[in-house]
């Protein structure tokens, strides 16, 4: 059986944008509360990390659009290390 490619590039899968992140025992987790500050160690204008089904696939950086929040790209991984990301599974 033939595999229509077309309909293959039409599945979505989620895109999201990760500023940050950082490691925390239970404890100091449990111990956040309203007004805490997590520190990342990580530069405020950094690239952020473009993740296509929780994988890294690019990077880029914040810009506005209208009233929202967007993301321009700067790099993208090769084509076959963002297919891999879009399969399933983690």
Known sequence: MA?????ILKIEVPLGVLLAQKFMSV???LDLSPGSIIQFN???EGPLHLLA???FVGKGEA???NEKFGLQ???MSS???QLNA???GA
């Open 73 to 75: 790209v700067k790099e």
């Open 79 to 81: 084509r076959e290390e």
């Open 27 to 29: 404890d100091d987790i």
């Open 86 to 88: 879009m399969k399933g």
């Open 3 to 7: 595999v229509d490619l077309r309909n």
């Open 63 to 65: 810009v506005k659009v």
């Open 42 to 44: 990580k530069h405020y």
């Open 53 to 55: 089904n929780g994988r």
